[in-house]
Structure formats: C-alpha cells, structure tokens
C-alpha cells in the first residue's frame, strides 16, 4: 500500500515562495504520475500539476508561469515550488498519485495546510 | 473548457435512507473519465468509483455509479453514519488541467 506524505513550512509571505516535499513509501515512484492538488480552506479542489517518474511535467495553465515541479526518485521525492504567493494560494496542499495513462487519483497524502500571510 | 456541475450543493438526509448525487458536464465525453471522491472532515479525499461505474478498492457496494454524455450520478443505496462528508466528481481526461465539480455535502437531517 503505497503512502504518501507532505512537509514544508505552514506559513509563507506574500511574494515569497510556497516550497513542499511529498515523501513516498511503500511502491515504487515507477509508471505513475505524482500530483499536487490543493483546497482553500471551505472551497473545492484545484488540479496544481503533475510529474512522471522519468521528470516529465504537465502544469495547470493558470498557475503556469509560478509553478515548478520537481522528482528524485533515489530518495522517493517529489516537490512543488510556487512563486510570487498571495493570500490566494493559501490552502491544504495534497499530493496524490496518479496511474500511467488516463487514471482517476488513486492514493492522497494527508494534507498540509500553508497560509500565506505576513 | 469542461465544467462540472454538482447537485445539490448540499443534500440533507437520515441515516438509512439512498442518496442520489449529480454530475452535469458542460461538455460531452467518456463515461470512461469520470471519477467520485468521498471526503470527510479533516480528511484528504478518496477515490470512490472511477470509470463512472467502477468501484475502487475497498469501496462498499452500497456505492454505485452510473452515466454517460454529460450526465453522471453517484447513488449510495442506504446510508450509513460513516457516508456523511462531501463528495467530488472529475473528469481526468483533459490534461492540462483535471477538472473537479464543486462538490455535494451530505449532511445528516
């Protein structure tokens, strides 16, 4: 069963930059896709991006120009880097795995919550 | 782009009773791309049917799935105390970008 898990600061300033771990156990990195995927607190889920194990990188448009994702499979990592935060992007950040091909999200982290605030 | 819709925002019901939720798409596509998350407070999501009509792993049959085109459904057949949370359709065949309704919260009455 595979388990995923977020770490990263809980709290980011305006115009600072929003960076997150999620760690991996329990299954190989290999043949799936690694999301991030976030929910402002009492709204819906937003799709952030998506990496393959071989690095490859699909990215939500409307966070495009701000968004980096990043894979080390030698220590079953992946990470997301968010420039240029606002209040906006405060919310519980999820990542989540994703079959190769087209497959619903399948295993969640828990969750970490980042207030972007001064 | 695709939009989902969820209705109702918000079905109140008891314990016992079936629970029809909707998924309207803005657009026509596969039944074959349509998934449902169950999420409880505090929780993160879980994958509940995907497929439109396939139950995941673990998933209780009193979950079941049904649709095509635009219109998709989720109906839990009686409700158990454990059912009460909010549940999310998608749609995961649009890379870039996969699409969540705005989510039903099924609250007990």
């Known amino acids: 069963q595979v388990l995923l898990q977020e770490s990263g600061p809980g709290l980011v300033k305006p115009s600072g930059t929003l960076s997150l771990t999620c760690s991996v156990s329990?299954?190989?990195?290999?043949?799936?896709?690694w999301n991030w995927i976030r929910q402002p607190p009492g709204k819906g889920l937003e799709w952030i991006g998506s990496?393959?194990?071989?690095?490859?990188?699909v990215y939500n448009p409307s966070l495009n120009s701000r968004l980096t994702i990043s894979i080390d499979t030698s220590k079953a990592q992946f990470s997301l880097n968010l420039t240029s935060v606002t209040a906006a992007d405060t919310a519980v950040y999820y990542c989540?795995?994703?079959?190769?091909?087209?497959?619903?999200?399948?295993?969640w982290g828990q969750g970490t919550l980042v207030t972007v605030s001064s | 782009e695709i939009v989902l819709t969820q209705s109702p925002d918000t079905l109140s019901l008891s314990p016992g009773e079936r629970a029809t939720l909707f998924c309207t798409s803005s657009?026509?596509?596969?039944?074959?791309?349509l998934a449902w998350y169950q999420q409880r407070p505090g929780q993160a999501p879980r994958l509940l049917m995907y497929?439109?009509?396939i139950r995941a792993s673990g998933i209780p049959d009193r979950f079941s799935g049904s649709g095509s085109g635009t219109d998709f459904t989720l109906t839990v057949s009686r409700l158990e105390p454990e059912d009460f949370a909010v549940y999310y359709c998608?749609?995961?065949?649009?890379?870039?970008?996969?699409?969540f309704g705005q989510g039903t919260r099924l609250e007990i009455k």
């Open positions: 990496i393959y194990y071989s690095g490859s990188t």
């Open positions: 329990g299954d190989s990195m290999t043949g799936h896709y």
């Open positions: 497929s439109a009509s």
């Open positions: 657009q026509i596509f596969s039944n074959k791309y």
């Open positions: 989540a795995r994703r079959a190769y091909g087209d497959y619903p999200f399948d295993s």
């Open positions: 998608q749609q995961y065949s649009t890379s870039p970008r996969y699409i």
